[in-house]
């Protein structure tokens, strides 16, 4: 059994307001991830796993130029916490990799995992008057998924204390996202 949509309530954001609120979060989470894998390749860059480092922060950094341009193509105001994830998401990258290259795998895990749910949420959330921007998100949740497998694929789950420190990354993405939604 479908349910109608229900009505806005008074304060609910517009659907522009929504819009500006996913491609500002968005921005920014791309932006973190560059940020992390550039983190990782600082430690890591000279190893055997600085090549496929290399390749996903190539993709993250494609990401981030797309929501850039929707940043100044609607005038979407970006985070004013962009100082802050250039700092933690290095800082996160280069911790996790100092732990050692299943580590830094782990928190790819913990990062792309968090994304693809958010990712699904904000597509599920779009009218087809905001297709482009679905297929936009839609393919870039795809090649988060990748990342997400090759982390696992190159050890992740025997990174030491894997659970906590999933745990740890997850709710930290998730606590950026919220905040950069809206600041």
């Known amino acids: 059994m479908n349910t109608p949509p229900t009505a806005p309530l008074p304060g609910d954001p517009t659907a522009r307001k929504q819009v500006e609120r996913m491609i500002r979060v968005d921005h920014a989470g791309e932006y973190g991830a560059r940020r992390i894998y550039e983190g990782q390749l600082a430690v890591l860059g000279r190893r055997a796993e600085g090549e496929i480092l290399r390749h996903m922060r190539a993709q993250e950094q494609v990401h981030l130029e797309r ?3 929707l940043i100044a193509e609607r005038r979407v105001r970006p985070t004013a916490l962009l100082p802050l994830w250039h700092v933690a998401g290095f800082a996160l990258g280069a911790a996790t990799a100092a732990l ?3 580590a830094a795998m782990a ?3 913990a990062v792309e995992e968090t994304i693809d749910a958010h990712y699904a949420g904000q597509a ?3 009218g087809a008057d905001e297709a482009p921007l679905r297929d936009t998100i839609e393919t870039f949740r795809a090649e ?3 990342h997400r497998d090759i982390g ?3 050890g992740a789950e025997q990174a030491p204390a894997y659970r906590l420190l999933s745990r740890v990354i997850r709710a930290g993405c998730r606590a950026a996202i919220a905040a ?3 600041l």
């Open 124 to 126: 599920a959330r779009l």
């Open 100 to 102: 050692g290259s299943r």
């Open 67 to 69: 929501f850039a341009a």
């Open 144 to 146: 988060e998924l990748e």
């Open 152 to 154: 696992l694929a190159h």
């Open 180 to 182: 950069s939604e809206r």
């Open 107 to 109: 928190c790819t895990v």
